[in-house]
């Protein structure tokens, strides 16, 4: 039998805004939210301030509660309150892929452990259901790859510069106006944001608890129109792809800007629009795409797991289960010792030192701009994962 929902929820910024107001127009489901916690008092809202409270206690204070939707920014704050929630006995449902990515292990424990449901759809790629499908769909697949677009904000970014021949300061600021990107934009740009995602689909891909700092990420931070240019006189586009794949008993994973052709099926993916492309043994590539960013799109998958809950739905993990009982197919070692081949835009042959430059295929010399397709090691590239780095890499 369905089970009736009494939320509650901490956080009304652009997603908790769009996951109320989806809720009130849902029919399919019983569910009242019955304070929601905000740290601002005065901030002009959209619901009478009767609605709110202003301490943690608003909602965790409460005995007529079966469930806490934590919808915050900061991920250390969170992560007491999902904390607290868990340890009352309530379902938990998120859509804080830093808080999820960050401290998977402790909280899949503590949610075995309390026998309640950890839910967090909404956390990775918007409104597109993938880790639904990954659980269900793809519980028995030998997958072989997962990669995706599931960074909106750069996505939008990339579009804009490309179709709009837009510089790329001004493309952030009106992402940000659009409430594509943060205020500051250094998560989504330079690649953490789909890093953090990226953590929560090889779970559910591959059974395989990854750290963060364990996966290279470098992003669009610092794209110029010279490389989109150089990208379209190759008939292909830049694209922030996140990527994880099996090779023989190994697993690789890494996010970076690709160069993709009018093949590949990321290369018609606009604006904050998202693409995850599963691949199995059995089922071959399948692509979902939906909208990655913004209000309507990250609360509607809010609300998917919120209606799951009231059918008494959770992750079974069946993947990491085989994993950690030990009985998988194969066990996978995570892998950072192999070559790639990239393009890499810079200013001085200085820059380039740090790298372990294996073998240069093509290289390119101007007054103004300089690049070189080489195939490099791939650990070398981690250096780059600072805000001082002016290098721009691109897989070629």
Not at 60 to 83: H, K, M, P, Q, Y
Not at 112 to 117: G, H, L, P, S, T
Not at 158 to 169: G, Q
Not at 218 to 234: C, M, P, Q, S
């Amino acid at each position: 039998m369905n089970k009736h929902l009494n939320l509650g929820l901490f956080g009304f910024g652009c997603v908790g805004q769009g996951l109320y107001d989806v809720l009130q127009q849902s029919q399919s489901f019983t569910a009242d939210i019955k304070k929601i916690v905000v740290k601002h008092r005065n901030k002009p809202r959209k619901i009478d301030i009767s609605h709110f409270a202003f301490e943690k206690e608003g909602v965790l204070g409460r005995d007529d509660l079966n469930v806490v939707v934590e919808l915050i920014d900061n991920s250390e704050e969170a992560l007491a309150l999902v904390t607290e929630a868990m340890n009352k006995k309530w379902d938990v449902v998120t859509a804080n892929k830093k808080l999820i990515a960050e401290n998977f292990e402790f909280l899949y424990k503590l949610a075995q452990e309390k026998d309640v449901a950890l839910l967090y759809e909404g956390a990775v790629a918007g409104g597109i259901p993938i880790l639904r499908n990954l659980e269900e769909y793809y519980d028995n697949e030998l997958l072989s790859r997962v990669s995706g677009i599931i960074n909106g904000s750069s996505n939008y970014i990339l579009t804009k510069m490309e179709k709009e021949k837009a510089e790329y300061t001004a493309v952030v600021k009106q992402a940000q106006e659009l409430g594509f990107a943060e205020i500051d934009p250094w998560l989504d740009v330079a690649g953490y944001d789909a890093k953090f995602k990226l953590v929560i689909l090889v779970v559910h891909a591959f059974g395989i608890i990854l750290k963060p700092e364990q996966i290279l990420n470098l992003g669009i931070n610092n794209v110029t129109d010279f490389d989109i240019r150089y990208a379209a006189e190759k008939e292909k586009r830049v694209k922030l792809i996140a990527t994880a794949f099996k090779d023989g008993d190994k697993l690789k994973a890494y996010v970076l800007p690709h160069l993709v052709t009018k093949e590949n099926p990321f290369y018609f993916i606009y604006n904050e629009n998202n693409a995850v492309e599963v691949e199995g043994a059995f089922s071959d590539k399948q692509l979902f795409t939906g909208k990655g960013a913004g209000s309507y799109p990250t609360g509607s998958a809010v609300l998917s797991d919120i209606s799951a809950l009231s059918y008494h739905y959770r992750y079974e993990f069946k993947k990491l289960q085989k994993n950690l009982n030990g009985n998988g197919s194969r066990k996978l070692q995570f892998d950072t010792n192999f070559d790639l081949t990239v393009y890499i835009r810079y200013n001085n042959e200085a820059e380039l030192k740090t790298l372990d430059i294996k073998e240069t295929i093509e290289q390119y010399l101007s007054p103004k701009t300089k690049y070189i397709i080489a195939r490099v090691g791939f650990e070398s590239l981690f250096k780059l994962m600072d805000r001082e780095n002016k290098l721009f890499v691109c897989v070629v």
